[in-house]
């Protein structure tokens, strides 16, 4: 009962939108595990509007998501930033260019899920790619990111996705980092939590993440 009091044992529920095959949200959640074992770790991949749901019925605990936007009813805090990387061919003429550019990348067309966090990841090519009213070639497909990833190879388009999600390998498709006129371009996670969600594990969780990347939120 101590052990589950100070958030040393019990359980805790984390949803995501994003893949976690690599980057900080995989270092993260495997640095936790190690660091209290004695915590059920539990994760929840799904749509926003799904972990906020989740957020509202305690079913889960915190939403880590791509973005940085702030939503009624919830705490949120920046807790990292990924690169953001284009999946394509490896036979396509840029294959060979490591980093790649923004503006090496207009002509292009691109291929997305319909899911989160595909249209965050359309904005984001819309605000980067359109010249004097031209828009990017985006196109929203209703499969999963593994789906689209699994055909790249066939050369019918390029991706995007976040460092997280190149992890995970597929048939004739590399990844290239995207830069800008700043250098790497990159793409923030927040998390999201209810302020009376009463699991003492989330209290140590958000100090776990807090220390893990020298933020400075308060933890009521």
Request: proline content about 5%.
């Amino acid at each position: 009962m101590r052990a589950a009091g100070q958030g040393r044992a019990g359980g805790l529920t984390v949803g995501h939108n994003n893949a976690i095959s690599a980057g900080h949200l995989r270092a993260t959640m495997l640095g936790w595990r190690n660091a209290h074992p004695d915590v059920e770790l539990d994760g929840v991949e799904a749509g926003r509007s799904a972990l906020f749901a989740g957020l509202d019925t305690g079913e889960i605990d915190i939403a880590i998501l791509v973005g940085d936007a702030s939503f009624d009813g919830f705490r949120h805090e920046a807790l990292w930033s990924e690169r953001v990387m284009v999946a394509l061919p490896a036979h396509h003429p840029l294959a060979d260019h490591n980093p790649l550019y923004w503006t090496d990348l207009r002509r292009e067309r691109f291929l997305l899920p319909a899911a989160d966090p595909g249209p965050e990841i359309r904005d984001m090519l819309t605000g980067r790619l359109s010249v004097a009213g031209v828009q990017p070639d985006v196109r929203m497909h209703h499969v999963s990111r593994e789906g689209i990833l699994s055909t790249l190879g066939g050369g019918i388009g390029l991706s995007i996705i976040c460092e997280g999600g190149t992890g995970a390998r597929y048939p004739d498709v590399v990844y290239r980092p995207v830069h800008g006129e700043q250098g790497a371009a990159l793409i923030v996670f927040s998390g999201y939590w209810r302020t009376d969600n009463g699991n003492p594990a989330l209290r140590r969780f958000l100090a776990f993440v807090r220390d893990r990347y020298a933020l400075a939120f308060d933890i009521p």
